[in-house]
């Protein structure tokens, strides 16, 4: 068999997993994302020269995109564990003084039942 019968016999059985990632946005409060951290990666601002993380998860819906801020970045980007399992959550903004805020989140670890 080869790799286009393989394709069409998987889109058949339904089997098959886009990985194509979707960007999603933390927009609302409680906006959030469960899944296998996947890589991160830094991304240069065209906006302020600055650099951020773009951050690839594994979800039940499939493999999202998402950036956090840098302060995620540093506090919490850091500690990430590829291959492990996280539910992030968005909390809104916080403003940490002199007129600025900081996007504010939630990271728990889950437990991998497959993991030994």
Do not use: W
């Not at 946005?25 to 240069?44: A, H, P």
Request: hydrophobic share 35%.
């Amino acid at each position: 068999m080869g790799y286009e019968d393989m394709a069409k016999e998987a889109a058949e059985q339904k089997t098959v997993r886009e990985l194509t990632p979707d960007f999603f946005q933390f927009k609302e409060e409680e906006d959030t994302v469960v899944g296998r951290f996947l890589s991160k990666s830094e991304v240069v601002s065209s906006t302020n020269k600055g650099t951020y993380n773009e951050y690839l998860f594994d979800t039940d819906d499939g493999t999202v995109h998402f950036h956090c801020g840098a302060q995620f970045d540093e506090k919490v980007g850091v500690v990430l564990v590829t291959g492990k399992i996280y539910r992030i959550t968005f909390k809104g903004k916080r403003d940490i003084g002199a007129g600025r805020r900081v996007n504010n989140f939630t990271v728990e670890e889950i437990p991998d039942p497959m993991a030994s």
